[in-house]
């Protein structure tokens, strides 16, 4: 069953607080992406991974910066959170970037930034 | 500016009527949709893609698209509460690869 899985599901930070989120998926897709979902803007996309150290910006990447050491892990990093980062934040993966691919995205993650 | 549009942004329809969800853009670089569809505190999931002009069916849903005028719509028939989600097209820019979402339409069908 292909899954997308995302840790913490839920975080409360502090201003200024650096940020951690994890996506995990177990299809050995090559593509990730990290999108945030904020109430009447519907998905941003912040950064497209194409595989192990190779990443792209979307287009909302200032604030962000991403890891992806191993196919299979793609992190999210807020260094100094703002409270304008507060948002779900959802991470996706594809088999290819190729425009047939459907995106399988994972379940979120709520932050709140005080 | 949202580089794809969605309308409506809420609609309800009764139990076992039709719903129609519209998506328009204005750049010419948007040539393949896709649908998503997202339950409440739930990530989206895929509902279906549409590359070609005509009509996509998929079981009670149906998919249109229109190149000349960048149109795309799904249309729900015999609608069920379990249909009562945000429902997001979304599309590749040919130009730039990254992916665009609409803002959603967000369906209540109502028993």
């Known amino acids: 069953d292909m899954k997308v899985t995302q840790m913490p599901r839920y975080l409360i930070k502090r201003m200024g607080e650096n940020v951690l989120l994890e996506c995990g998926q177990d299809m050995s897709h090559e593509t990730m992406y990290w999108y945030r979902q904020d109430p009447g803007l519907g998905l941003q996309l912040i950064y497209i991974s194409y595989d192990v150290d190779s990443n792209s910006e979307g287009d909302i990447p200032k604030g962000y910066r991403v890891s992806r050491k191993k196919r299979e892990h793609f992190s999210l990093i807020l260094d100094s959170a703002k409270t304008n980062q507060t948002s779900v934040y959802f991470c996706?993966?594809?088999?290819?970037?190729?425009?047939?691919?459907?995106?399988?995205f994972g379940p979120g993650t709520r932050l709140l930034v005080l | 500016q949202q580089k794809v549009q969605q309308s409506p942004e809420s609609l309800s329809v009764p139990e076992g009527g039709m719903a129609s969800l519209n998506c328009t853009s204005s750049d010419h670089n948007f040539q393949y949709f896709w649908w998503y569809r997202q339950h409440s505190g739930e990530g989206p999931k895929a509902l279906m893609s549409i590359f070609s002009d005509g009509d996509k069916k998929e079981g009670r849903f149906t998919a249109h698209l229109n190149k000349a005028s960048l149109h795309v719509s799904l249309h729900i028939r015999d609608s069920q509460p379990s249909d009562s989600a945000l429902y997001f097209c979304a599309a590749p820019h040919t130009g730039y690869q990254n992916f665009y979402f609409g803002k959603g339409t967000s369906l209540t069908v109502i028993p």
């Open positions: 996706a993966s594809s088999p290819s970037p190729r425009v047939l691919d459907t995106q399988y």
